[in-house]
Nanobody
Framework: QLQASGGGLVQAGGSLRLSCATS????????MSWFRQAPGKRRVFVAA????????LYADSVKGRFTISRDNAENTVYLQMNSLEPDDTGVYYC??????????????????????WGQGTKVTVSS
């Protein structure tokens, strides 16, 4: 189970911190990701962190503004979002790959590699 929280309404330039609390699988052996879906658009990759924590990957649109991190003691993954822009608006979903897999290239950004998903948390950035 994945439970995302932390979304809300914020002005452009503001910050939010999303959390995704997990249970029911071995978090420490799971690569974790954040994807977002804007109204009327498909779900797209935002950020991911490998199960060992050594590798992080970001969409070009959020590099330098967003930071993904994980706390294995709390079975939780976070997304710190700074300098938010209206285009960051959408429902943010966390995904989990519990297979302790190592990906080449941009495998961490591939939605198909995450079999577990949370219900999403809505982020609205006003201009």
């Amino acid at each position: 189970q994945l439970q995302a929280s932390g979304g809300g309404l914020v002005q452009a330039g503001g910050s939010l911190r999303l959390s995704c609390a997990t249970s029911g699988f071995t978090f420490s052996r799971s690569s974790m990701s954040w994807f977002r879906q804007a109204p009327g658009k498909r779900r797209v990759f935002v950020a991911a962190i490998s199960w060992g924590g050594a590798t992080t990957l970001y969409a070009d649109s959020v590099k330098g503004r967003f930071t993904i991190s994980r706390d294995n003691a709390e079975n939780t993954v976070y997304l710190q979002m700074n300098s938010l822009e209206p285009d960051d608006t959408g429902v943010y979903y966390c995904g989990a790959d519990p297979g302790a897999r190592t990906y080449s290239g941009n495998g961490l950004a591939n939605r198909a590699n995450y079999p577990y998903w949370g219900q999403g948390t809505k982020v609205t950035v006003s201009s």
